[in-house]
């Protein structure tokens, strides 16, 4: 793992800006050596002016070359609105031309949980061509951070932080943020697969969090810190507001 690179900004604005050229730069790169861009969203506010822009400006690939995953889920119904997948997909899937076969949601009609994530599981490894034993490699994931530093549904405490094995998991309600519902969620051993991980995060009310989530020892009461990817890890704070 290379040392994170840490980008302020000073305001949300900036910060989409470059986020989008980060995720042009990583499509264009994927698709030269494999053909295929694979990219896990991330849900909360942040990253959402992000996929408007994507679906609006391009991402300097075709659509169809892009396959769209997510690094967790709230195990409500597509129409809720608390479902991260309702609040991505009319800003990018709808506006744009993606193929339909290219969205992988995370199937939260399966149960019980665990079988939701060993089906989300099943689904990555075929659509990146992973053998059994082998963890798939995104070559982007786009991860958010609470003011509690968690990231996915990675929270302070949970006992998926020590998952070895599974790559999805099924995440108890949090205690620490809202809203309290069961989730699923990548794992670490995904998450530091990865080619290359962004983290997006407003500083404001997280000043701490991200303080510890930086430093150079890894804090298991920040999840965030944990994630330390094989590939490039970026961080884009905006600062401002």
Same mark, same amino acid.
Request: without cysteine; proline residues 12%.
């Given at each position: 793992?290379?040392?994170?690179?840490?980008?302020?900004?000073?305001?949300?604005?900036?910060?989409?800006?470059? +986020?989008?050229?980060?995720?042009?730069?990583?499509?264009?790169?994927?698709? +030269?050596?494999?053909?295929?861009?694979?990219?896990?969203?991330?849900?909360?506010? !942040?990253?959402?002016?992000?996929?408007?822009?994507?679906?609006?400006?391009?991402?300097? *690939?075709?659509?169809?070359?892009?396959?769209?995953?997510?690094? @967790?889920?709230?195990?409500?119904? *597509?129409? @809720?609105?608390? !479902?991260?997948?309702?609040?991505?997909?009319?800003?990018?899937?709808?506006?744009?031309?993606?193929?339909?076969?290219?969205?992988?949601?995370?199937?939260?009609?399966?149960?019980?949980?665990?079988?939701?994530?060993?089906?989300? $599981?099943? $689904?990555?490894?075929?659509?990146?061509?992973?053998?059994?034993?082998?963890?798939?490699?995104?070559?982007?994931?786009?991860?958010?951070?609470?003011? @509690?530093?968690?990231?996915? !549904?990675?929270?302070?405490?949970?006992?998926?932080?020590?998952?070895?094995?599974?790559?999805?998991?099924?995440?108890?309600?949090?205690?620490?943020? $809202?809203?309290?519902?069961?989730?699923?969620?990548?794992?670490?051993?995904?998450?530091?697969?990865?080619?290359?991980?962004?983290?997006?995060?407003?500083?404001?009310?997280?000043?701490?969090?991200?303080?510890?989530?930086?430093? $150079?020892?890894? @804090?298991?009461?920040?999840?965030?810190?944990?994630?330390?990817?094989?590939?490039?890890?970026?961080?884009?704070?905006?600062?401002?507001?």
């Amino acid at each position: 793992m290379t040392a994170a690179v840490v980008r302020r900004f000073p305001s949300p604005a900036a910060m989409t800006a470059a +986020a989008l050229t980060l995720v042009t730069d990583a499509a264009r790169q994927a698709v +030269a050596a494999r053909g295929r861009f694979s990219v896990a969203l991330s849900g909360g506010a !942040s990253p959402l002016p992000l996929y408007a822009a994507m679906a609006r400006q391009g991402f300097g *690939v075709p659509f169809e070359t892009a396959l769209f995953f997510f690094g @967790d889920e709230r195990l409500v119904p *597509v129409g @809720d609105r608390r !479902s991260t997948f309702g609040a991505v997909a009319p800003l990018l899937f709808t506006p744009a031309p993606i193929p339909v076969g290219n969205i992988h949601p995370m199937p939260v009609d399966i149960n019980p949980p665990r079988q939701a994530a060993a089906a989300y $599981e099943a $689904e990555i490894r075929q659509s990146l061509g992973a053998a059994p034993g082998q963890v798939p490699r995104f070559d982007l994931i786009l991860l958010g951070m609470g003011p @509690d530093g968690h990231t996915a !549904s990675l929270f302070p405490g949970s006992p998926v932080l020590g998952e070895t094995v599974r790559l999805v998991a099924p995440a108890p309600p949090p205690d620490t943020a $809202e809203p309290r519902v069961a989730r699923l969620t990548f794992t670490l051993p995904l998450l530091n697969a990865a080619r290359q991980v962004a983290f997006l995060v407003s500083a404001h009310g997280k000043e701490a969090a991200l303080a510890r989530a930086l430093a $150079e020892t890894p @804090d298991p009461a920040v999840p965030a810190s944990l994630v330390r990817p094989d590939g490039t890890l970026d961080w884009f704070v905006a600062e401002g507001p």
